[in-house]
């Protein structure tokens, strides 16, 4: 017998319990996300941490049990606290520049904000019309949506399901605590400990659940990237190594040499290619498949217009919708660049002053909306394939076009690299909840909407929070190497070391060492790598040169044993059993290094 | 084996460009030795650092592009010929044997006939749940979409690669939308069976089966102009 309408309870998917509890939890996650990213120099994601506390608060305390409600809550986290990534790596390097260069000092904060919510909304805006192609058409993985679709599934699926999810978890568990407390290290260089191989010709293994994990859930698809991180690691730099090609300075004792010359080759050879060969790629990419884009979005439009016809409610948000929040979105941006000009800036907005202003305003709204679009669909695609961001490369690109399409002013730089960091991260957020929408059966619409409707705050609250901790009653940085704490290596000290590498590279811009040519001649490889018939081979090869090869190699282990457990043991067995060990790998690491570095925090330890 | 020459000739290719691409031009070598020498003897500081640039003069970019161009311009076009040499091979191979209809790993995707078995599925959970109370147990009709999705949607999807080569990408995409959005509602009647809701799983079945025949008309469309 059918339940009779009065025994149907709603089953709420974007309501307002669930838009609350995810408000407040971003609100918390990004202000303490910050906060920790600064001190410890790397960010969190919040998408796991959101399901379970959904878990807990509005199935468990609340009563409502809703899958599509916990995603919705997740989504609206995370979309909150993935500004606090973004704004992190790029704002305090102006800050910490201010400390040499005092025309650098009091940013202006309104463009600062017009700049940063442009960037949030244009990069969940950029991403829409892009998920049927990276969700339904090219299939990428998402390991970290899987994991989440995984948690919120939970539930329903069998006791050994759930077993293996916590055999995983608890693996994590123990191996990041492990590694946390230096037992082990995160790096495991077999060549250097066997004296088998120097430094420039690494074997070495990067210890990490979630990395393998990630690498697990890619299987055969992540391949190419394990075997561009060999072509990178295992060939060509011992061919630059033994041709000569990088000089070891006199000064550098022999015992070094291995390690000066492996910096070198990274940082100065492998790294700016693999960049060059990410941008190539990406271009590339979105040119082939504009044939699948464009039919995804005469889709939309279809859709959206049947579900008028039909008085239903549509599956996306409408092209109209979208296409308005990117123009508001390029407004900001152009206002942004407006009131950053330095003339505006010291002699305030008149008609000629903005005349003046104009083109090189225009020209940072036009370069600057375009590479903020590339750089999104470069996170995009990159976190699809392999759960891995990036970003600072991308940033770094950013504040390079912005240094000189404005004549070399650091603050319009900053700034857009504020909006493309905010951008980029949205993208991948924005896709990996889709994804897992998808896996649990959500609305795309509500998703979006929700993400939509609150992308002004993490930025707001972000920026906040970086401005509250920078001040100091006597006017001395709050933050920084240059900061009291940190000079008197206090326990408050926040040393900022993420915004210390960007601070670096813009120096570096200072003195005009832009790798050009590593960008370029990497650009028309990724592009030639694009006519090759497999999906994304170049974004997975240029990311692939861009990271330390410990982390690609265990990666590839991973794809590697998926791929064997398939051949041996079936299809059914990696949905049944290695996904879930695999989304407790992930989620299991994320849970303890959150809290490691929540009572590492509290205790005050550097 | 076209195939495999290909793959060959990428992979050679991508070690030639990449690695002639990554060559630093004559005047950065210099910069950057210098910069090593001041960075090991008295410390890596700024100062230090930026008068090495004052003596040595880094390039400006576009010296600096011409520099390398000079030392490893011509390896990084040999290997860019190698990459596309190699691309082409591979898709000849890819061609020939979406002509020929081989296989391969993923089998020969028989789109209609994997629609027309999943519908026959998932007409068994419509009848399972039909009369079904909120919050009863539902563990069969759950069993039965997970079967559906590891024994006939995943291998579909897998085997995607094949579909585009026969009807491109804008066709493709015609169909598989439609297709995807019926998978997305099958699972939201699974998720909606886990919590309880029969009414809202029966409404994503209903919504789900409805795609599914639009996906195959969709699909029959297609195949019919080619």
């Given at each position: 017998m059918s339940a009779s309408p009065a025994d149907v309870r709603p089953w709420p998917e974007l309501s307002i319990p669930a838009m609350l509890f995810g408000t407040l939890q971003g609100v918390v996650m990004t202000a303490s996300f910050v906060y920790i990213a600064l001190k410890l120099g790397f960010g969190l994601g919040g998408s796991t941490v959101a399901a379970i506390l959904g878990f807990v608060?509005?199935?468990?305390?609340?009563?409502?049990?809703s899958i599509v409600e916990n995603n919705i809550n997740q989504t609206v986290a995370s979309g909150i606290n993935t500004a606090s990534s973004g704004v992190v790596f790029t704002l305090p390097a102006l800050f910490l520049l201010s400390v040499a260069d005092?025309?650098?000092?009091?940013?202006?904060?309104v463009p600062l904000l017009l700049s940063a919510i442009a960037g949030s909304l244009m990069g969940i805006v950029l991403i829409i019309p892009l998920r049927k192609q990276m969700?339904?058409?090219?299939?990428?993985?998402?390991p970290s949506g899987v994991a989440v679709a995984t948690l919120l599934k939970s539930p329903g699926e069998g006791l050994s399901q759930g077993l293996v999810l916590v055999a995983g978890a608890a693996i994590a568990v123990l191996l990041t605590v492990v590694v946390n407390l230096g037992v082990?290290?995160?790096?495991?260089d077999i060549g250097k400990i066997t004296g088998l191989a120097p430094e420039w010709l690494p074997i070495a293994l990067y210890v990490s659940a979630a990395n393998f994990g990630a690498g697990l859930l890619s299987g055969k698809g992540g391949l190419p990237f394990a075997l561009g991180g060999v072509l990178a690691w295992w060939v060509i730099s011992p061919v630059a190594v033994t041709s000569g090609w990088v000089p070891v300075p006199d000064a550098v004792p022999a015992a070094e040499t291995g390690g000066y010359l492996a910096g070198e080759v990274y940082g100065q050879m492998l790294r700016p290619v693999g960049i060059g060969m990410l941008i190539g790629g990406a271009l590339a990419g979105v040119v082939s498949a504009f044939p699948a884009v464009s039919g995804a979005l005469r889709s939309l439009q279809a859709a959206a217009k049947l579900a008028r016809e039909q008085g239903a409610s549509p599956e996306e948000l409408s092209p109209t919708v979208l296409g308005a929040s990117a123009v508001g979105a390029l407004v900001m941006l152009f206002g942004s660049a407006i009131f950053t000009n330095p003339d505006i800036r010291v002699g305030g907005l008149d008609g000629a002053a903005f005349v003046a202003a104009l083109p090189v305003a225009l020209a940072v709204t036009v370069v600057g909306g375009l590479w903020l679009a590339l750089a999104g669909i470069i996170v995009a695609q990159a976190t699809g394939a392999?759960?891995?961001?990036?970003l600072s490369g991308l940033a770094l690109i950013a504040v390079t076009l912005m240094f000189f399409i404005t004549g070399g002013d650091v603050t319009a730089a900053v700034f857009l690299g504020v909006a493309v960091c905010i951008a980029t991260s949205q993208c991948a957020d924005m896709m990996q909840d889709l994804k897992t929408g998808h896996l649990v059966g959500s609305r795309p619409r509500d998703q979006q909407l929700a993400q939509l409707l609150l992308c002004w705050l993490g930025p707001l609250i972000a920026i906040g929070v970086i401005y509250l901790l920078w001040q100091t009653p006597d006017g001395?940085?709050?933050?920084?190497?240059?900061?009291y704490a940190c000079m008197n290596k206090?326990?408050?000290?926040?040393?900022?070391p993420q915004a210390g590498a960007l601070q670096g590279m813009i120096e570096a811009l200072r003195s005009s060492d832009a790798a050009v040519d590593k960008y370029l001649s990497g650009a028309v490889i990724g592009g030639a790598l694009s006519?090759?018939?497999?999906?994304g081979i170049a974004v997975l090869f240029g990311l692939a040169m861009y990271l330390p090869f410990s982390i690609t190699l265990a990666y590839g282990v991973g794809n590697v044993v998926a791929m064997v457990l398939e051949a041996r043991l079936g299809r059914v067995f990696i949905g049944r059993k290695l996904v879930p060990f695999a989304a407790g790998l992930i989620v299991g690491e994320a849970l303890t290094q959150l809290f490691w570095n929540l009572a590492k925090t509290a205790m005050g330890a550097s | 084996m076209k195939g495999n020459i290909g793959l060959a000739l990428l992979a050679l290719g991508i070690v030639v460009s990449a690695s002639f691409a990554a060559r630093n031009g004559a005047r950065h070598t210099a910069y950057r030795t210098a910069v090593g020498e001041v960075a090991h003897t008295e410390g890596a500081a700024k100062a230090e650092a930026q008068a090495v640039q004052a003596d040595i003069g880094l390039p400006p970019p576009s010296q600096r592009l011409q520099e390398w161009f000079a030392v490893g311009g011509l390896g990084w076009l040999g290997g860019l010929v190698l990459i596309v040499g190699g691309a082409a091979l591979a898709r000849m191979q890819q061609a020939e044997d979406n002509a020929g209809g081989e296989e391969g790993?993923?089998?020969?995707?028989d789109f209609p006939g994997t629609i027309t078995a999943v519908r026959e599925r998932l007409a068994e959970v419509t009848t399972l749940i039909a009369d079904l109370k909120m919050d009863a147990d539902s563990t069969r009709p759950r069993e039965i979409l997970d079967d559906v999705r590891a024994d006939l949607i995943e291998p579909l999807v897998d085997g995607r690669g094949q579909l585009i080569a026969r009807h491109g990408l804008a066709g493709f995409a015609e169909y598989f939308g439609t297709f995807s959005a019926a998978e997305r509602n099958m699972y939201r009647c699974w998720s909606a069976l886990t919590d309880g809701h029969s009414v809202a799983a029966r409404e994503a079945l209903a919504t789900s089966l409805v795609a599914f025949d639009a996906c195959l008309a969709q699909y029959q469309d297609v195949d019919r102009r080619g």
């Open positions: 608060a509005l199935r468990g305390v609340m009563g409502r049990k005092p025309t650098l000092r009091d940013p202006p904060v969700v339904e058409f090219e299939r990428l993985k998402f082990v290290a995160e790096d495991v392999t759960d891995i961001s990036p001395s940085p709050g933050f920084g190497p240059d900061s206090e326990p408050g000290c926040l040393s900022a006519i090759f018939p497999i999906g | 790993a993923a089998g020969r995707v």
